[in-house]
């Protein structure tokens, strides 16, 4: 089965987060309980999109729509409590239905941890692989500075 692990979040704007080999790591901006990539996204925010199914597309888009992440440097990234969902830190990773040159997971916010994975596609997985999906977590590394050894 696919793993999530040791894939880094990535993405452009207009684009449904994924997971690669070679994802976003430094540049994070945190303000107004966002998570953004203004170093590589030119100002582009991790936005949540609404939907009655327990996981959630996440979509990099400006402006920014998502003000409920609990996140900073060296901790899983959470969504907060909603009218919609309580918190969570888990996510859902599926690969996608068709042949890729690297390893590359779409990842959805999962707002219920005891709803089954899923068996079929719907119109938030999308081109999906569900029999791929795993449960994750996302962590954000500790803020580094490329020159120090």
């Known amino acids: ?7 880094q979040l990535s993405g452009a704007g207009g684009t449904q987060a994924t997971l690669t080999l070679s994802g976003l790591q430094k540049g994070w901006n945190f303000n107004n309980g966002g998570l953004g990539a203004p170093k590589y996204c030119t100002n582009q925010w991790l936005n949540i999109e609404n939907g009655t199914k327990p996981w959630k597309k996440l ?17 899983d990234l959470t969504a907060k409590k909603t009218a919609s969902y309580n918190e969570t830190s888990k996510f859902l990773a599926c690969s ?10 779409y990842v959805f916010l999962l707002t219920d941890d005891t709803a ?5 596609t719907d119109d938030v997985l999308g081109e999906v692989n569900v029999a791929s999906c795993v449960k994750t977590k996302l962590h954000i590394q500790p803020a ?3 020159t120090t050894p």
């Open 96 to 105: 996608p239905n068709h042949p890729t040159f690297a390893p590359e997971m």
């Open 116 to 120: 089954a994975l899923p068996t079929v």
């Open 59 to 75: 979509v990099w888009g400006s402006p920014q729509q998502t003000t409920t992440w609990k996140t900073g440097y060296n901790v």
């Open 144 to 146: 580094t500075d490329t």
């Open 1 to 7: 089965a696919p793993s999530a692990s040791n894939l």
